[in-house]
T-cell receptor, first 115, second 115 residues
């Protein structure tokens, strides 16, 4: 089992569809993150969950809805997306607090294409 | 405010030659510094980190990085490049005192190792 697992790896959806991305971490970490990576753009932090509580929402449009039912699982629910939302969505986890340096461990990403 | 700069969009090097990928940072307090590598259509893989101690940090795949406090730099190095090292490299920083544990990423440097 890899440390951080993302499914699906590839997703094609129409603008009116509803789909979800799933992330699971097996590292015992207490924080999880969603990043968006678009071509020719810096990594964008979307959401942060510490101990299952959302601590950051970087002005992400409401068509992206995160859910963190426990410290090992993270979802990104997608609804009424736009073509410009096509990107690689990366999930990451880390250990925060207690003097931990907080390095992130990433999943392999979900490549989303919105038609 | 925290920031990271990777001044080169791309670095080209011949196989067998030494490589350097540059990174400079700015934080208010002490830095925690990280390097990640990303292969096409994959997530970011953790390479190495500097927390404290020796300025020369060794990491995965023969990479090392040198922390230079006076120059606020954390350049990634490898004595002998391989074609398989061709990838996108990201530097990241966190201020030790930042309770949000957010990593600030650079824009990435593409390394191309030619045979």
């Amino acid at each position: 089992e890899t440390g951080v697992t993302q499914t699906p790896r590839h997703l094609v959806m129409g603008m009116t569809n509803k789909k979800s991305l799933k992330c699971e971490q097996h590292l015992g970490h207490n924080a999880m993150y969603w990043y968006k990576q678009s071509a020719k753009k810096p990594l964008e932090l979307m959401f942060v969950y510490n101990f299952k509580e959302q601590t950051e929402n970087n002005s992400v449009p409401s068509r992206f809805s995160p859910e963190c039912p426990n410290s090992s699982h993270l979802f990104l629910h997608l609804h009424t997306l736009q073509p410009e939302d096509s990107a690689l969505y990366l999930c990451a986890s880390s250990q925060v607090g207690g003097g931990a340096p907080g390095e992130l461990f990433f999943g392999e990403g979900s490549r989303l294409t919105v038609l | 405010a925290q920031s990271v700069a990777q001044p080169e969009d791309q670095v080209n090097v011949a196989e067998g030659n030494p490589l350097t990928v540059k990174c400079t940072y700015s934080v208010s307090g002490n830095p925690y510094l990280f390097w990640y590598v990303q292969y096409p259509n994959r997530g970011l893989q953790f390479l190495l980190k500097y927390i404290t101690g020796d300025n020369l940090v060794k990491g995965s795949y023969g990479f090392e990085a040198e922390f230079n406090k006076s120059q606020t730099s954390f350049h990634l190095k490898k004595p002998s490049a391989l074609v398989s090292d061709s990838a996108l490299y990201f530097c990241a920083v966190r201020d030790e005192m930042d309770s949000s544990y957010k990593l600030i990423f650079g824009s990435g440097t593409r390394l191309l190792v030619r045979p």
